[in-house]
């Protein structure tokens, strides 16, 4: 094998090489021996720095064992024992005996490391500094070379520095202050930083301890080596390459940030610095090499980074164990390697005693833990926990700020000693603790641990800072989840309160509703449904859905709602109805706008309405809606269709009328009306929504839940985005043999003929025991007919289940009212006998004319 390249510094062909102009009669490090061994102990390379040590030819070394070289004796058992021992390390120093070829026995300070072989398997490169003499003397390592006991070689070249051991005697420190010398060498070699000192040959002539420290040598084994022969790596040659630029002038150098002396474990990186020394002269003589890990910086970027994944991990949901989780998911490992967040049942404001179990214990919930050591399971999340009075979690609360404990503080052996959750925390081999209390908007939610048991380090400052500001980040999330839970809560039972708690008894429809919430954090929306009896066994339906979301959507739908309620009871048309409701928006947008300034959304700007009202006497029914989708009806033959509403703007906009569409319904039909949140799908298109809803009304069902449930069924995947109101109804008819109708002749004689019809007819149904009132109802309806309103006039009886409703229709549209007759008056006391004896009563205004009505109730039977 070629024998090893000379390194740049070496001298070929020299033994006894002359002092530069940078060094002094004292030895100095010219050339470095250099071989290699492979793993079978065979020499592989052979440099002339080895020739000069040793007196080797290669061709004289090459392929013979390593061990040739060692001295015969017991030396060289225990170099052969040095090298066995250097099996399984990188890296090995140490002194060795070695044999000379004339036969001298040299003991020398050798540094092996372990590297990648060319081809396969590992070598040793073995590095030595060979020194050169003064003129004279014979090179070190021969009879009479060896360097003066207690003389550092090269220190000249390094400026004339000597070891700690060589003070002078006037600069011994004997009571009196130190000199400058000692003071130089004490600064020198207790730097806080790794200080090492290259000669112009850029061999290492000093090293402090910070130095020996990094590179687990001492300063003796470096000397007069070459910094990639101490530690090869390539950041080694890096310095190296820069510390030849310090020498030809260039001036002080940085290495690249991070980069450090080779083999110092760069982990935490290093900032590293090469500047000239000079003589007086102004001649650089030296290179300094100075490194200072980079740990704090390193930590400080390592917490930023971690407080920005907070950011986006932390309070990622609405919900406050969940929230809990990601706190103790990002600190473990990272931070800690255990975590604990504990809530309070309720939170607590301001100070004070923290809440205490009946035994004078702190009792909380275990929302969220995490533990690196899985082989022992810390207690799962949803458990009591409780904390002895003086335990640092309950001294945490109380105070409002965090602490930092180690094994032995007294408050946390205590602790230990009470409880014995505390115990096996500290069982596991726990050595340092901080407790943060969980506060958030002036309400302490809870407290959060942190314990290390793997991680040497024990916590610091700067780590509680950190777990503060990650806990507040959770803090805040709990807080906002919990306060979302509660308004969700409020305005769900707000929404399910202002909707219909059971549906009024009526013979028009059979009806089933479905009221979904939205499933996101956007919360309950304002749709609602209504069923509400009118008049003439007639029956409205009502459908709406008010934009936004949270308390104020629900409150507004809950005025709307009442606003329509008000409005049926008048009997108005749809299209009337919705005219009106849709002034009230635009007065309530006004108030609601002039208190804070949300005129866009205010008062209920935008809300879809669908109004119907179905008349089971003639089986027709008239719509109206606004901004509302149009309703669906399925014919008793299974046809599904829309009806084909008018489609008016949506009210609180103004300024467009609504039409009222009407249509026959064939008994058993079936209509569906919804909110848009049920075609709102996120995984189909309206098509493909429309054509389910299609499939799933059309499709006989026995009762009118289960059609309700197959809607829901078929066009959710998910729970929805956006609430959802469905009401189906199923249409039924008053026959004939349920209705009776007169046309009166508009003359006082016709009232008795018109009660005479009406006993009649009462008993034709059985119902003898409805005549007194009926009598009395139809005499004093027909009266009022003749005496205040215009031919011509109509007496309809309509018998509907348990009821029975008395209807006198004529031409005027003066409305009668309700007065209280004064003791000395002839009239006025018709109206009132018929409101105490009805169970309701009203008129019912039509584009010419009105009607007169009143109930009945009648006793089952």
């Known amino acids: 094998?070629?024998?090893?390249?000379?390194?740049?510094?070496?001298?070929?062909?020299?033994?006894?090489?002359?002092?530069?102009?940078?060094?002094?009669?004292?030895?100095?490090?010219?050339?470095?021996?250099?071989?290699?061994?492979?793993?079978?102990?065979?020499?592989?390379?052979?440099?002339?720095?080895?020739?000069?040590?040793?007196?080797?030819?290669?061709?004289?070394?090459?392929?013979?064992?390593?061990?040739?070289?060692?001295?015969?004796?017991?030396?060289?058992?225990?170099?052969?024992?040095?090298?066995?021992?250097?099996?399984?390390?990188?890296?090995?120093?140490?002194?060795?005996?070695?044999?000379?070829?004339?036969?001298?026995?040299?003991?020398?300070?050798?540094?092996?490391?372990?590297?990648?072989?060319?081809?396969?398997?590992?070598?040793?490169?073995?590095?030595?500094?060979?020194?050169?003499?003064?003129?004279?003397?014979?090179?070190?390592?021969?009879?009479?070379?060896?360097?003066?006991?207690?003389?550092?070689?090269?220190?000249?070249?390094?400026?004339?520095?000597?070891?700690?051991?060589?003070?002078?005697?006037?600069?011994?420190?004997?009571?009196?202050?130190?000199?400058?010398?000692?003071?130089?060498?004490?600064?020198?070699?207790?730097?806080?930083?790794?200080?090492?000192?290259?000669?112009?040959?850029?061999?290492?002539?000093?090293?402090?301890?910070?130095?020996?420290?990094?590179?687990?040598?001492?300063?003796?084994?470096?000397?007069?080596?070459?910094?990639?022969?101490?530690?090869?790596?390539?950041?080694?040659?890096?310095?190296?390459?820069?510390?030849?630029?310090?020498l030809e002038g260039a001036g002080p150098q940085h290495l690249r940030p991070g980069a450090g002396p080779a083999g110092t474990g760069a982990e935490h990186g290093w900032s590293t610095s090469l500047v000239p020394l000079k003589d007086p002269a102004g001649q650089v003589r030296a290179v300094c090499l100075a490194a200072h890990p980079r740990r704090q910086e390193h930590l400080a970027r390592q917490r930023m980074l971690l407080l920005s994944e907070a950011s986006a991990r932390i309070g990622t949901t609405a919900d406050s164990g969940?929230?809990?989780?990601?706190?103790?998911?990002?600190?473990?490992?990272?931070?800690?390697?255990?975590?604990?967040?504990?809530?309070?049942?309720?939170?607590?404001?301001?100070?004070?005693?923290?809440?205490?179990?009946?035994?004078?214990?702190?009792?909380?919930?275990?929302?969220?833990?995490?533990?690196v050591l899985e082989d022992r399971p810390a207690p799962a999340a949803g458990g009591k926990t409780l904390y002895p009075a003086l335990s640092p979690v309950a001294r945490c609360l109380a105070q409002g700020h965090g602490?930092?404990?180690?094994?032995?503080?007294?408050?946390?052996?205590?602790?230990?000693?009470?409880?014995?959750?505390?115990?096996?925390?500290?069982?596991?081999?726990?050595?340092?603790?901080?407790?943060?209390?969980?506060?958030?908007?002036?309400?302490?939610?809870?407290?959060?641990?942190?314990?290390?048991?793997?991680r040497p380090e024990p916590f610091e400052a700067d780590d509680l800072w950190l777990a503060e500001e990650l806990t507040a980040k959770a803090a805040v999330g709990i807080h906002t989840a919990r306060r979302d839970s509660r308004e969700h809560t409020s305005t769900m039972t707000l929404q399910r309160s202002l909707l219909p708690q059971t549906l009024p008894d009526q013979g028009a429809l059979d009806i089933a509703?479905?009221?979904?919430?939205?499933?996101?954090?956007?919360?309950?929306?304002?749709?609602?449904?209504?069923?509400?009896?009118?008049?003439?066994?007639?029956?409205?339906?009502?459908?709406?859905?008010?934009?936004?979301?949270?308390?104020?959507?629900?409150?507004?739908?809950?005025?709307?709602?009442?606003?329509?309620?008000?409005?049926?009871?008048?009997?108005?048309?749809?299209?009337?109805?919705?005219?009106?409701?849709?002034?009230?928006?635009?007065?309530?947008?006004?108030?609601?706008?002039?208190?804070?300034?949300?005129?866009?959304?205010?008062?209920?700007?935008?809300?879809?309405?669908?109004?119907?009202?179905?008349?089971?006497?003639?089986?027709?029914?008239?719509?109206?809606?606004?901004?509302?989708?149009?309703?669906?009806?399925?014919?008793?033959?299974?046809?599904?269709?829309?009806l084909d509403v008018p489609a008016g703007p949506p009210l609180g906009l103004g300024g467009l009328p609504f039409e009222t569409f009407e249509t026959d319904l064939p008994e058993g039909s079936l209509l569906a009306l919804y909110t848009d949140g049920l075609l709102a799908a996120r995984d189909h298109d309206i098509d493909e929504a429309l054509d389910k809803m299609f499939a799933a009304l059309a499709r006989p069902a026995r009762t009118l839940d289960t059609v309700c449930d197959r809607v829901l069924t078929a066009m959710l995947t998910h729970r929805p985005d956006d609430d959802i109101a469905l009401l189906v109804a199923r249409t039924r008819a008053l026959h004939a043999d349920r209705v009776a109708a007169w046309d009166l002749a508009f003359d006082p004689a016709v009232v008795a003929r018109a009660r005479r019809h009406a006993t009649d007819q009462l008993t034709a149904w059985g119902l003898d025991d409805a005549a007194f009132i009926t009598e009395l109802t139809v005499s004093e309806l027909v009266t009022n007919a003749i005496r205040y309103g215009r031919p011509p006039i109509q007496l309809r009886l309509i018998h509907e289940e348990s009821t029975l409703t008395c209807e006198v229709f004529d031409s005027s549209s003066t409305a009668p009212h309700m007065r209280r007759a004064r003791t000395f008056d002839e009239g006025g006391r018709g109206l009132l006998l018929v409101g105490q004896l009805a169970r309701r009563w009203g008129t019912r205004h039509a584009l010419t004319g009105k009607t007169v009505w009143a109930e009945q109730s009648l006793s089952p039977g």
């Open 513 to 642: 509703t479905r009221y979904l919430p939205a499933g996101t954090q956007a919360g309950v929306g304002g749709d609602w449904f209504d069923v509400i009896p009118l008049s003439g066994a007639r029956v409205a339906l009502v459908v709406g859905d008010v934009v936004g979301h949270g308390i104020r959507a629900s409150a507004t739908m809950g005025r709307l709602r009442t606003a329509v309620r008000t409005l049926a009871d008048v009997d108005l048309p749809p299209d009337e109805l919705l005219t009106h409701l849709d002034d009230l928006v635009l007065h309530l947008s006004a108030d609601e706008a002039g208190t804070d300034g949300a005129a866009e959304s205010a008062g209920g700007i935008g809300t879809t309405c669908l109004y119907a009202v179905y008349d089971p006497v003639s089986r027709r029914c008239a719509f109206a809606r606004a901004g509302h989708p149009p309703p669906a009806a399925v014919t008793p033959d299974g046809a599904v269709r829309f």
């Open 403 to 454: 602490a930092l404990y180690d094994a032995t503080d007294p408050d946390l052996v205590r602790w230990a000693r009470q409880d014995p959750g505390a115990a096996r925390l500290m069982g596991n081999g726990t050595h340092s603790v901080m407790v943060v209390p969980m506060r958030a908007h002036g309400a302490t939610l809870g407290v959060a641990l942190f314990g290390r048991s793997r």
């Open 322 to 371: 969940r929230t809990a989780q990601e706190l103790a998911d990002i600190a473990v490992p990272r931070l800690a390697d255990f975590a604990a967040v504990d809530l309070l049942d309720a939170p607590r404001h301001g100070g004070g005693p923290s809440p205490a179990a009946p035994a004078g214990l702190l009792s909380m919930t275990r929302a969220a833990v995490r533990s």
């Open 1 to 246: 094998m070629e024998r090893l390249p000379t390194h740049p510094g070496e001298r070929p062909h020299e033994s006894d090489a002359s002092p530069g102009p940078a060094r002094t009669a004292t030895a100095t490090a010219t050339a470095t021996a250099t071989a290699t061994v492979d793993a079978r102990g065979i020499v592989t390379g052979w440099s002339e720095g080895a020739r000069q040590l040793l007196g080797y030819l290669p061709s004289e070394i090459l392929g013979q064992p390593a061990a040739r070289l060692l001295a015969a004796g017991a030396s060289a058992g225990a170099g052969v024992a040095a090298l066995r021992d250097a099996a399984g390390q990188e890296r090995w120093s140490g002194t060795v005996a070695l044999r000379h070829r004339d036969g001298r026995r040299l003991r020398q300070e050798l540094l092996a490391h372990r590297r990648t072989a060319d081809g396969p398997g590992t070598e040793w490169l073995v590095v030595s500094a060979v020194s050169a003499a003064p003129q004279g003397q014979a090179p070190a390592g021969t009879p009479g070379g060896k360097t003066p006991e207690g003389t550092t070689p090269g220190a000249q070249a390094a400026g004339g520095a000597t070891s700690g051991s060589e003070a002078s005697g006037s600069e011994a420190y004997g009571g009196g202050p130190p000199g400058s010398g000692q003071l130089g060498e004490w600064v020198f070699r207790q730097a806080p930083c790794v200080l090492a000192v290259f000669d112009a040959d850029l061999r290492l002539v000093r090293a402090n301890a910070g130095m020996e420290q990094a590179l687990s040598l001492t300063e003796d084994q470096m000397r007069g080596l070459r910094l990639p022969e101490i530690a090869p790596h390539p950041v080694s040659d890096e310095a190296e390459a820069k510390m030849r630029r310090v």
